[in-house]
């Protein structure tokens, strides 16, 4: 009897992103292009649609904001090279917004079967709205999926990049909904030596051994 082809493998946080090459509205483009930087990658459903127009929007507005994190943004959808132009194009004639990062035109579905952006459930033919977090030495830190119909919080995906540049360079992790200048988790105490001298330490505020805040 013959075996039903197994899905494609999601990348998954802490592995390497997949290395890719493409055709965008920039130019040709490759994933190590980003190497040293960190790296917003997104898909969307389809150009010339409601809600993907929304978020290109969304996704412009944050753009410099990104940048100023050191952090580059790069979408992508099943639609041709063509398409991608016509559309961000008629998104400035029509709304005066100019989509400057590049789009990815992924006809073939390679870079999209890469990184799992397809949901055959929901759509056979359209990428989801996949959100995936590169850091500079190009490893997968964050993993967001979100359906068709709704589109994203790109507020959350800037607190997000700050929250893993905060984590990665000052070694603490952050609470639920926190912000730059909000108090941060010191990691938890792995000895009991260590859960005692914790509770001497005057700079952190502990409401219990293993939960313990403090100031940047």
């Known amino acids: 009897m013959d075996q039903a082809p197994c899905p494609p493998r999601l990348p998954r946080i802490g592995e390497p992103a997949p290395a890719f090459e493409a055709e965008s509205t920039h130019g040709v ?3 190590e292009d980003f190497k040293g930087s960190w790296l917003v990658f997104f898909s969307h459903p389809a150009d010339f649609t409601p809600v993907c127009t929304t978020e290109f929007l969304a996704f412009a507005d944050i753009h ?11 979408g992508l959808s099943i639609d041709s090279i063509f398409a991608h ?23 073939s579905r390679q870079v999209a ?8 459930g929901e759509s056979k033919t359209e990428t989801s709205r996949c959100v995936f977090v590169i850091d500079p030495k190009q ?22 990049v700050d929250a893993l540049q905060t984590t990665d360079s000052k070694g603490v992790a952050t609470p639920a909904n926190w912000r730059p200048g909000d108090k941060v988790i010191v ?6 030596d260590a859960a005692e001298e914790r509770a001497k330490d005057q700079g952190v505020e502990c409401l219990d051994w293993f939960y313990c805040r403090k100031s940047l």
């Open 64 to 74: 410099q904001a990104l940048r100023d994190r050191g952090c580059e943004l790069l």
């Open 113 to 120: 079967e890469l990184y799992g952006m397809i949901m055959p």
């Open 187 to 192: 990691p938890a105490p792995r000895t009991q």
């Open 139 to 160: 490893t997968v830190r964050a993993v967001i999926y979100y359906p068709l119909t709704t589109g994203r919080n790109t507020d959350e995906i800037v607190r997000l």
């Open 29 to 31: 483009i490759r994933l």
């Open 85 to 107: 132009i016509a559309w961000v194009r008629r998104i400035e004639e029509k709304l005066g917004v100019r989509i400057e990062f590049p789009v990815v035109a992924d006809l």
